[in-house]
């Protein structure tokens, strides 16, 4: 079964920085897809960035030029990169992978449990 577990959250001052981290693990064959979405209570979870394995990367209009994602695929990881954070950014986030496992080849979609990210001074 393929654990999806996302690290790094926090409580960060306005104008600060944090790094999350997600990993992948167990029976995996290819990793197409990794992303980072966020979900404030009572709120629909939303796109935050996405990374996809030809190289091409998707940013949500809100975060574009202050959020940056990478991969280690060596690693089966992914990471946000979150600056010039804002009290609107306050939200859980969770990690998101489309995988493609085990003898049957069969392509899932993935979710961590999420990491708290508070905003505020």
């Known amino acids: 079964q393929v654990q999806v577990v996302e690290s790094g959250g926090g409580l960060v001052q306005p104008g600060g920085s944090l790094r999350l981290s997600c990993a992948a693990s167990?029976?995996?064959?290819?990793?197409?897809?990794m992303g980072w979405y966020r979900q404030a209570p009572g709120e629909q979870r939303e796109l935050v960035a996405t990374s996809i394995s030809n190289g091409n990367t998707m940013y949500a209009d809100s975060v574009k030029g202050r959020f940056t994602i990478s991969r280690d695929n060596a690693k089966n990881t992914v990471y946000l990169q979150m600056n010039s954070l804002k009290p609107e950014d306050t939200d859980s986030y969770y990690c998101?992978?489309?995988?493609?496992?085990?003898?049957?080849?069969?392509?899932?979609?993935?979710w961590g449990k999420g990491t708290l990210v508070t905003v505020s001074s």
């Open positions: 167990r029976d995996i064959r290819t990793i197409y897809r």
């Open positions: 998101n992978a489309e995988i493609v496992t085990g003898p049957s080849a069969y392509r899932g979609n993935y």
